[in-house]
């Protein structure tokens, strides 16, 4: 999706440029409009990341759904907990079954993660979230 972000711009920077260059208002207005809608749609695009309190980045016991699947267990829309978080954008997690046991695959019951593969759905409300 961000894709069609960048060719709107681009798409925009040319009408501008063309637009300009021919003295054409027409071309200038329909270049200002697409640059407008690029910015609009990037807003939206990134209203999901994972920034979720004053440009932080989750934190532990913080709840999140997986947005790909990680292994044959852990799929696609499960939820987790963050137990940990690195400076390099990766998370240790778990995922935990209704009778209270975690899910493991091969052995492993607690996995590492990217930022990019999950969106927070909850957020620990001992932290101040004011800003």
């Not at 501008?16 to 640059?35: E, Y």
């Not at 690195?86 to 091969?106: I, M, R, S």
């Amino acid at each position: 999706m961000k894709w069609l972000v960048a060719i709107l711009l681009l798409l925009s920077l040319f009408f501008l440029i063309v637009g300009v260059g021919a003295s054409n208002s027409i071309a200038i207005i329909v270049g200002l409009i697409m640059i407008i809608l690029s910015l609009i749609s990037m807003v939206f695009l990134n209203r999901d990341t994972v920034k979720i309190r004053n440009n932080e980045l989750p934190k532990e016991h913080d709840c999140f759904e997986m947005l790909f699947d990680l292994n044959p267990v852990i799929k696609k829309g499960m939820q987790g907990v963050i137990l940990m978080s690195f400076n390099d954008g990766t998370y240790l997690v778990e995922f935990v079954k209704e009778d209270a046991t975690n899910y493991d695959y091969e052995g492993q019951d607690t996995f590492l993660i990217k930022d990019s593969d999950f969106k927070i759905t909850w957020v620990d409300p001992r932290d101040n979230l004011d800003t």
